[in-house]
């Protein structure tokens, strides 16, 4: 096992899937962290296992954090890269890992994600991103992602990707599970890229809803949806407020329009 990973309890799980997002290059607008920790609170994710970040981060990148205790201390808050599990249902756990994309050494990274996934005996991996593109911000997030049963896609709705070029940690553990038989779901949401404000609750909502689907589980979005709403509401405001970005948004719809 690789020193860095450092594994927490071994549970005896029963039809488990797992669903991953990272932080950093894949998760614009911090939609896809978001999706996942409301996942997360919503089986009541336990600690599985964990990643040591000494060995793949360059701290002058992701700097560790500082804040003052309670006692008038001081602590460091490292970045983190957990796996959890909980119950989507009497039948079925749930793995979940949230963790920072890293800079350095990615396949050896890779082979301690792979190694909990196969220890638990996970055998579907859902995968989450979200990216920026030329999207009118009031229209309905569209999905796009990867799979390695195309039939899948299919039904969700979500249409295939077909992006080729430079990737993150994500493609390459796609790539890697692919490899290893795993059933493999890579979903992202498309964002505006002149929106900068995180998190965006609607990119994270219209990824949740997707993976509710496709593991058809019950879970309460209301938060997340409410919180989509007044999103929504105060960027109506702002490109209101702004005469630039409004003359863009009204190119963009009509660019879509026209299509």
Request: charged content about 20%; glycine content about 6%; aromatic content about 8%.
């Amino acid at each position: 096992m690789n020193d860095a990973l450092h594994v927490i309890v071994e549970p005896e799980l029963f039809g488990s899937s797992a669903v991953l997002a990272f932080e950093g290059w894949n998760d614009a607008g911090d939609a896809a962290s978001l999706a996942l920790r409301t996942l997360v609170d919503a089986i009541q994710g336990v600690p599985l296992a964990r990643i040591d970040c000494e060995t793949y981060y360059d701290f002058t990148v992701c700097r560790p954090e500082i804040s003052e205790t309670a006692d008038s201390g001081l602590a460091i808050r490292w970045p983190t890269n957990e796996f959890r599990f909980g119950s989507i249902d009497p039948d079925r756990e749930l793995v979940t890992f949230m963790g920072v994309e890293p800079h350095l050494r990615w396949r050896s990274f890779c082979d301690c994600v792979s190694e909990v996934i196969h220890r638990v005996g996970v055998t579907r991996v859902i995968m989450l991103g979200s990216y920026l593109a030329d999207v009118v911000y009031s229209q309905p997030v569209q999905v796009t992602g990867f799979a390695s049963n195309p039939e899948e896609l299919e039904q969700l709705g979500v249409a295939a990707s077909g992006y080729q070029g430079p990737t993150g940690i994500l493609g390459v553990l796609a790539e890697r599970f692919v490899a290893e038989k795993l059933d493999v779901v890579s979903l992202w949401a498309g964002l505006p890229h002149y929106i900068n404000v995180r998190p965006n609750p609607r990119g994270a909502l219209a990824l949740l809803q997707k993976v509710v689907e496709s593991l058809e589980m019950a879970i309460d979005v209301g938060p997340l949806h409410h919180s989509a709403v007044e999103f929504e509401e105060k960027i109506s405001r702002l490109v209101a407020s702004d005469p630039e970005l409004s003359d863009y948004v009204k190119q963009l719809k009509r660019r879509e329009f026209a299509q």
